[in-house]
């Protein structure tokens, strides 16, 4: 880039490279306009640039012009778009490209137009370009390991450019830093169900199960493994309702009484497949009934008892439950 | 409790069509078409949209039509995106003016973003996001122009990002998000393809994003925010599920986010406003009956007024 921080910013219309480029400023409408100072190096820059975007110039000053713009606005997709324009035109170096839009993504990790640019990059750049990319997106969600554009970049890359060979070590390695984070759950069914490597589903349910069950019993409350446990079982319910591993968790959970929505929701499904439960199970939901005194003692089914008690301790949906209630067969 | 404060909204949503020459102004230049969407549709809602000039608009969003492509840009002289010609669309079916397009022309120009795996790009450059495919539907459906895409496709492509929650991603694979989930439902209930979701499950997901605060959030673990209130509630209200959060809680959740003394709504309680949570709060209310309101459709995003009169015109 032409301007660096630390310098003072020279005006377009004292550079002499731009003396033959008369400025296009924006066509607002009839409203007046009323300068405010902070803005003016932003004005100028943008009618500088729609100078050379109305007369479709595609040279070196023209790509240095579209730096300085997106560094100011990178979320107009304008800019972008005659940038790549101008790559192309000027059969530009794509690695100093690379870090041109790397060192743009690193302060804008929310922005559509980047995340876009850099896998039009990488398309061109092809696999080679994998194992940067991957490791550049491992880069953003270490900051923010939930950001959606790098996720869903990654996922890009890894199908169309390959580098499944860590991926479920790095979703291993994310879980555990933080075992609610729905992304990485989300990218370790990606992994389990997409990559060449692994097999398919079936090949991993039953170690992928035994993980799961490890994640709820250390943090019952947490939503997303218990949602990756029936994604495991998806278009099964039968083999869910039967597998021991997974009526074995909600029971655990169940009997240590505390943070038992998850485990009552599953165990309804259960039921509901013809999962067939032992006294023990109905026991402890009992247990659980008798610390709500509010609920009433007339003896209804186990699948109704799961209801009743869902709708006291999770208050906010007590419609949802009061539903399933309805609903039991 | 709190009420909302209708005419410090209207005077919010008025005052920022002046600054244009503010930085948030400039910076936002590029989707000043989406802006103007959120508010105008706002205007609508509160039952004010005569507060505006018209015409001035129109002629405004006709200079942002490319002829050439047939797509409408975020702001005149920018390049066409199907996110602006949605909004467009919207913009003029509010306005009771969608005899002034060119309708052959538009629906061109989205029925050319179609890809033969059925999902949409946004624009030439090709990104593809079930964003677009809701975008180019909605559109084409407003334009009564739906055969002029495969729709099969389009919707076997929405069906393909379903994740094992029940939600969709923005591509096959990605997170479901509440977003990307209005988008994916919005798109199906306009081709009458509901039939492709398990609503119980999705129901239970998107009532499972009710915080304790009573707000929504668009993801787990994540904060509640008074945008999510539009993305999540509608899509509940689309799979007949809405009854299964707590809407009282909701509404007291969306009413403190007002600004009560210069107006807008934000995000989150005390943060500042814009247009587009101002847009996204009215709008949630909208969706709850909140009284003197008007009545939105939640896969149109348009007050049902407005969605009847293009498709029971006089
Ligand atoms: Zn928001």
Redesign the pocket.
């Given at each position: 880039m032409s301007s660096e921080e630390d310098d003072e910013w020279v005006p377009f219309s004292r550079r002499s490279e731009w003396s033959d480029v008369k400025p296009v400023p924006q066509d607002d409408g009839p409203h007046p306009v009323v300068p405010i100072a902070y803005a003016d190096d932003f004005r100028e820059t943008m009618d500088y640039f729609r100078a050379v975007y109305f007369s479709d110039e595609r040279s070196r000053r023209a790509l240095d012009l579209t730096s300085e713009a997106i560094a100011m606005n990178p979320g107009n997709y304008t800019i972008w778009h005659f940038r790549r324009l101008v790559l192309e035109s000027l059969h530009a170096d794509l690695n100093d490209e690379l870090k041109f839009i790397n060192s743009v993504a690193s302060k804008n990790s929310k922005n559509y137009q980047i995340w876009h640019h850099k896998r039009w990059l990488a398309e061109k750049l092809g696999p080679e370009a994998a194992e940067k990319e991957l490791e550049f997106t491992k880069n953003i969600l270490s900051i923010d390991a939930k950001n959606y554009h790098a996720w869903s970049h990654r996922q890009w890359v890894l199908e169309a450019l390959g580098g499944w060979e860590n991926e479920l070590d790095y979703c291993n390695e994310l879980l555990e830093d933080d075992i609610y984070n729905n992304s990485a759950w989300n990218q370790r069914y990606f992994v389990i169900t997409r990559s060449p490597l692994l097999g398919g589903l079936q090949a991993m349910r039953e170690s992928e199960v035994s993980y799961t069950v490890g994640a709820i019993l250390s943090n019952p409350e947490n939503e997303s493994p218990w949602r990756y446990l029936r994604g495991l079982h998806k278009d099964d319910p039968d083999l869910l309702a039967h597998n021991k591993q997974v009526s074995g968790v909600c029971l655990q959970v169940l009997s240590a009484k505390h943070d038992v929505v998850f485990a009552l929701s599953l165990l309804l499904d259960l039921l509901r497949h013809g999962f067939q439960p032992s006294l023990e199970f109905c026991g402890v939901v009992d247990a659980l009934r008798s610390v709500s005194p509010e609920l009433s003692s007339d003896p209804a089914s186990l699948a109704g008892s799961i209801c009743s008690i869902l709708e006291t301790v999770d208050p906010l949906r007590s419609n949802y439950w009061a539903w399933r209630r309805s609903h039991l067969p | 409790m709190e009420e909302l404060k209708v005419d410090k909204h209207i005077q919010y949503i008025l005052s920022i069509e002046k600054e244009k020459d503010s930085f948030m102004a400039l910076t936002m230049e590029h989707l000043r078409m989406n802006g103007a969407y959120w508010g105008l549709a706002t205007l609508d809602i509160l039952q004010n949209i005569a507060t505006v000039d018209q015409n001035e608009v129109i002629s405004w969003i006709m200079s942002c039509w490319d002829e050439e492509s047939g797509g409408f840009a975020g702001n005149v002289g920018h390049d066409p995106h199907l996110l602006y010609t949605l909004s467009a669309v919207q913009i003029l079916a509010l306005l009771n003016r969608l005899d002034i397009l060119d309708v052959e022309m538009v629906s061109k120009y989205v029925s050319g973003l179609q890809n033969v795996d059925g999902s949409f790009a946004g624009d030439m450059w090709g990104e593809i996001d079930t964003r677009f495919s809701y975008c180019a539907i909605c559109c084409l459906s407003i334009l009564r122009s739906l055969d002029k895409i495969d729709v099969a496709k389009a919707v076997d492509y929405i069906v393909s990002c379903k994740n094992l929650d029940g939600g969709f991603g923005c591509t096959p694979g990605g997170e479901s998000h509440a977003g990307q989930i209005f988008c994916c439902v919005g798109a199906l209930s306009i081709t009458g393809s509901l039939h492709h979701i398990d609503k119980d499950l999705l129901g239970w997901w998107l009532c499972e994003r009710q915080c304790s605060d009573g707000g929504l959030c668009g993801r787990p673990e994540k904060l509640s925010?008074?945008?999510?209130s539009w993305w999540v509630l509608s899509s509940l209200i689309m799979i007949d599920r809405v009854h299964w959060i707590d809407k009282g809680k909701l509404t007291k959740f969306i009413l403190n986010c007002q600004d009560c003394e210069n107006g807008g709504i934000s995000?989150r309680p005390d943060n500042a406003v814009d247009v587009y949570?101002t847009y996204f709060g009215v709008a949630g209310l909208s969706l709850m009956e909140y009284p003197g309101l008007k009545t939105i459709d939640p896969a149109y995003a348009l007050p049902v007024d407005v969605v009847n009169r293009f498709f029971f015109p006089e």
């Open positions: - | 925010d008074v945008c999510y995000d949570h």
